[in-house]
């Protein structure tokens, strides 16, 4: 496609949602590498946390604490500044007859286990809030933070759907995954999934994972996982689909992920015109005002002569 075609395509079209088949491409890379990522199923997670400590080992990330939460064995809690790929254990106490339960009328106790990290997103609201050019997107399709022009102004954080974003209070820079973006250039895995003994953290192209997930989620339908379920996975979501995506074996909120993200930049153009049109009216106001005191003015000076 041209240059001249590619501007026509994108003339009418929102480039802060929707589908968009070519994020690296639309970022200025040409002749680019395959967008990738992550695919975690999460119906294989054994919860041995290899991916959390190869995270930490790799991109050398401050220890953060290891508090004792009463969760389970979670003792890390969630995703932040320092902690950029997290297990979660989530117990549920099964109803008589699940599977897992040997149908004999007891209940029994299931661990739903994943381990979660930045999704990527298509549409990535934390990059089109950031006032530096600090989040910049890859060849590859991903999302980085660059470190020394960050400014630490936190704009990123409530822009992200996922809640990923944090501030390291240490050093005042925003912080999350990068897809290990040196590993990619010196073409690895990035470490989490090379330190994962179950393949439930997958790394490739994006198209082929999709591919892989839904034949997964078929598997597993077969052999009486109706619960199991994509999540992220679909280019027409409120995301533009996610470059990290889940297969779950229970609803989204379980896991602590919203049901149904929306990139939280959708709205900027439109806000953008309401507020010219507001700032347009309010200066037409103005502008009458001072016309009306000028005439009045002319008039008393005119009966006073």
Same mark, same amino acid.
């Given at each position: 496609m041209t240059d001249a075609s590619k501007r026509s395509s994108l003339i009418g079209r929102n480039l802060l949602a929707g589908a968009e088949p070519d994020v690296a491409g639309d970022a200025g890379h040409e002749d680019h590498p395959p967008r990738v990522g992550f695919f975690t199923d999460t119906s294989v997670c054994i919860g041995c946390k290899a991916c959390e400590v190869a995270c930490k080992e790799w991109n050398a990330i401050p220890e953060d604490g290891l508090d004792f939460t009463g969760m389970s064995f979670d003792n890390t809690q969630g995703l932040s500044a320092s902690t950029w790929r997290h297990v979660a254990f989530i117990e549920q106490n099964e109803p008589p007859g699940r599977d897992g339960t040997g149908g004999d009328?007891?209940?029994?106790?299931?661990?739903?286990?994943?381990? #979660? %990290?930045?999704?990527?997103?298509?549409? +990535?609201?934390?990059?089109?809030? !950031?006032?530096?050019?600090?989040?910049?997107?890859? /060849?590859?399709?991903?999302?980085?933070?660059?470190?020394d022009v960050c400014n630490g102004c936190g704009y990123c954080v409530p822009a992200?759907?996922?809640?990923?974003? #944090? %501030?390291?209070?240490?050093?005042?820079? +925003?912080?999350?995954?990068?897809? !290990?973006?040196?590993?990619?250039?010196?073409?690895? /895995?990035?470490?989490c999934a090379k330190a994962c003994p179950t393949d439930s953290i997958q790394f490739g192209p994006l198209d082929e994972l999709r591919e892989r997930a839904a034949a997964r989620v078929e598997e597993l339908h077969r052999v009486g996982v109706e619960d199991a379920r994509l999540y992220g996975h679909d280019p027409e979501d409120g995301v533009g689909g996610d470059?990290?995506?889940?297969?779950?074996l229970d609803e989204p909120e379980v896991y602590g992920l919203p049901p149904d993200p929306v990139v939280t930049a959708r709205d900027l153009p439109s806000m953008w015109r309401h507020a010219g049109a507001a700032?347009?009216?309010l200066l037409g106001g103005v502008a009458a005002v001072f016309a009306a005191q000028a005439d009045a003015s002319g008039r008393r000076t005119g009966r006073r002569r």
């Open positions: 009328g007891r209940t029994g106790l299931r661990w739903l286990m994943s381990s #979660d %990290v930045c999704k990527h997103c298509t549409h +990535a609201a934390c990059l089109d809030v !950031c006032p530096t050019g600090a989040l910049f997107r890859t /060849e590859f399709g991903t999302v980085v933070v660059q470190d992200c759907p996922y809640g990923v974003v #944090d %501030v390291r209070p240490e050093d005042g820079g +925003a912080h999350k995954c990068t897809l !290990c973006y040196d590993r990619l250039g010196a073409g690895q /895995e990035p470490a470059g990290a995506f889940f297969l779950l700032a347009l009216t």
